[in-house]
């Protein structure tokens, strides 16, 4: 079958994802539309069969961040293909990619690929620091010129049978972590952070507030603060760090099913 259209639809808080998901909409087809789902809610959109669509999100303790699936379940398939893409920290990815999957099944879409790319980590950097590097991005275009391949081969979405994707259902419990970012002596009150707030878990009428009970640590609100004014507590941040930065120092590389 012939793509003559893609459409790629990204959850990216701290640009990460992104930097994996357009390299790789681009080398799939130049010219692909990027839809930046981060922010914003998603419009119900339907795709038919002669169209390729992407899906690209970071991984929150092996699974999809609940924003990102709720968007993502608005886009609906009529036997359309669709990439699936995590990224994630150099933990693991865990049950994130398969849930990925059954997402796209549940609301019309027929995978037709998979695959999970690294990043540095988002809360502790010292972690698959400098992430994607050049190296990553090669595999991102090796995974597109694969694809392709599988694609021009395939007569319709109907060939594409189940992707033997790693994971786990029921999917691991993951009920977020304890860092959370603060507003600091800093904060101006300029409100950039809860305008750009994916989970909106600051007030736009106070935003050197955050309410812990959403705030799902994706760490946007720290990327950007015009004056540097939200951060996790450094003490905590510390003692985290050290343990989990010593138990993941071993590089993962990417991984992938077609």
Not at 66 to 88: D, H, N, Q, S
Not at 116 to 130: N, Q
Not at 177 to 188: E, I, M, N, S, Y
Request: aromatic share 6%.
């Amino acid at each position: 079958m012939e793509i003559t259209k893609l459409t790629a639809f990204i959850f990216s808080p701290t640009g990460t994802t992104a930097m994996v998901a357009k390299p790789l909409a681009e080398a799939l087809l130049p010219g692909a539309r990027i839809v930046d789902l981060t922010c914003a809610d998603a419009e119900e959109e339907r795709f038919g069969p002669d169209e390729l669509v992407l899906f690209a999100a970071p991984v929150y303790g092996g699974r999809i961040p609940a924003p990102a699936a709720k968007r993502f379940a608005r886009i609906k398939g009529e036997g359309t293909p669709a990439l699936l893409v995590a990224v994630y920290g150099n933990r693991d990815y865990d049950d994130a990619l398969l849930e990925l999957c059954d997402l796209a099944e549940e609301n019309g879409f027929r995978p037709a690929g998979a695959g999970a790319f690294l990043a540095e980590h988002s809360i502790f950097h010292s972690v698959a620091r400098g992430r994607p590097d050049a190296a990553d991005l090669e595999a991102v275009r090796t995974f597109a010129g694969l694809a392709r391949e599988k694609l021009a081969r395939a007569a319709g979405a109907g060939e594409f049978g189940p992707l033997a994707v790693k994971g786990n259902r029921p999917y691991r419990e993951f009920s977020g972590v304890p860092l959370k970012p603060q507003a600091d002596r800093k904060c101006v009150k300029c409100g950039v952070c809860a305008e750009n707030c994916p989970a909106g878990a600051i007030p736009a009428d106070d935003p050197s507030k955050t309410d812990n009970s959403r705030c799902i640590s994706c760490m946007r609100c720290v990327k950007v603060c015009p004056v540097g004014a939200r951060r996790v507590n450094g003490l905590m941040l510390s003692v985290a760090e050290k343990p989990f930065a010593k138990k993941n120092s071993l590089r993962r590389e990417p991984e992938w099913v077609l």
